[in-house]
């Protein structure tokens, strides 16, 4: 099983960002996808998420109207479009598979650095 992230880097205050997550090892269509962020010295949070099945979003409320989450079954790929990008969503991006709660998988995170 792998979850393999790319697509951080460094970007100015307002930039854009596209970050992507292939997956390999499992049945990518029946997980839940998540990205989380961990930046230092807080807590891993919740970004945003795509069902498996239905596609439907949810995002933190930190991030609404600015971050997109999509998936590509056929590629098994997740994506995250983070536009608008401020200082304080510099962290660490994780990608997470998870299957109703009774099997999960982590990426090795990618980092982001919102700075001018």
């Known amino acids: 099983v792998q979850l393999v992230e790319s697509g951080g880097g460094l970007v100015q205050p307002g930039g854009s960002l596209r970050l992507s997550c292939a997956a390999s090892?499992?049945?990518?269509?029946?997980?839940?996808m998540r990205w989380y962020r961990q930046a230092p010295g807080k807590e891993r949070e919740l970004v945003a998420l795509?069902?498996?099945?239905?596609?439907?979003?949810q995002y933190a409320d930190s991030v609404k109207g600015r971050f997109t989450i999509s998936r590509d079954n056929a590629k098994n790929t997740v994506s995250l479009q983070m536009n608008s990008l401020k200082p304080e969503d510099t962290a660490v991006y994780y990608c997470?598979?998870?299957?109703?709660?009774?099997?999960?998988?982590w990426g090795q995170g990618t980092q982001v650095t919102v700075s001018s």
């Open positions: 997470n598979a998870d299957l109703a709660g009774v099997r999960a998988y």
């Open positions: 795509i069902r498996s099945r239905s596609g439907t979003t």
């Open positions: 090892g499992f049945t990518f269509s029946s997980y839940t």
